[in-house]
Antibody, heavy 118, light 111 residues
Framework: QGRLQQWGAGLLRPSETLSLNCAVY????????WSWVRQSPGKGLEWIGE???????NYDPSLKSRLTVSIDTTKNHFFLKLDSVTAADTGVYYC????????????WGQGTQVTVSS | QSVLTQPPSVSGAPGQRVTISCTGS?????????VHWYRHIPGTAPKLLIF???NRPSGVPDRFSGSRSGTLASLTITGLQPEDESDYYC???????????FGSGTKVTVL
């Protein structure tokens, strides 16, 4: 099983762009959908979007207009960009590996607290 | 609003059995996608407990078990221990969304 390590800016002002990175160590890069999940304060887990090793993406429809998930297979990294953030985008963001076979999230990053505040 | 419905909370004394339900709909469970369960302490990485409705990953204690019938799935903790106090989430794939969906989450309290 692999391991994920994530990083990115944790404090943003409204209208800025949220950018997070996730590095993949171990595991089969082609066997997963590389995903982002968040948890807003007081709420549950929310799937945001994902990318496969070929660059094909799936996004939550409510975020699709602001969201870009991409991948760099040469570096085993994948990325999240969320434009025009508001306070509603505050939360803990996790990168995760969704199995292409069982459709479950096999392993996760440690999480990044993102706060949007003026 | 979560697509998968869970009770907000369940509780039990040490050693007891508790069951968490997860109710889906026609665009997820009924289309044949499996249900998976996670334990989550906010601010830390969620942990996969059950995959494919009933299977435990290596290292997960056998006091955790999963079941599913139609659009209803359940996670049962047998022999509840103090360290089981946590939030628990079900998850599946939804064809209407075109992506993964999580349950609303259940807080387990050990009395």
């Amino acid at each position: 099983q692999g391991r994920l390590q994530q990083w990115g800016a944790g404090l943003l002002r409204p209208s800025e762009t949220l950018s997070l990175n996730c590095a993949v160590y171990g595991g089969s890069f082609g066997g997963y959908y590389w995903s982002w999940v968040r948890q807003s304060p007081g709420k549950g887990l929310e799937w945001i979007g994902e990318v496969d090793h070929g660059g094909r993406t799936n996004y939550d429809p409510s975020l699709k207009s602001r969201l870009t998930v991409s991948i760099d297979t040469t570096k085993n990294h994948f990325f999240l960009k969320l434009d025009s953030v508001t306070a509603a985008d505050t939360g803990v963001y996790y990168c995760a590996a969704r199995s292409g076979i069982h459709y479950c999230f096999d392993f996760w990053g440690q999480g990044t607290q993102v706060t949007v505040s003026s | 609003q979560s697509v998968l419905t869970q009770p907000p909370s369940v509780s039990g004394a040490p050693g007891q059995r508790v069951t968490i339900s997860c109710t889906g709909s026609g665009s997820n469970f009924a289309t044949g996608y499996d249900v998976h369960w996670y334990r989550h302490i906010p601010g830390t990485a969620p942990k996969l407990l059950i995959f494919g409705n009933t299977n435990r990953p290596s290292g997960v204690p056998d006091r955790f078990s999963g079941s599913r019938s139609g659009t209803l799935a359940s996670l049962t903790i047998t022999g509840l221990q103090p360290e089981d106090e946590s939030d628990y989430y079900c998850q599946s794939f939804d064809t209407s969304l075109g992506g993964s969906v999580f349950g609303s989450g259940t807080k387990v309290t050990v009395l």
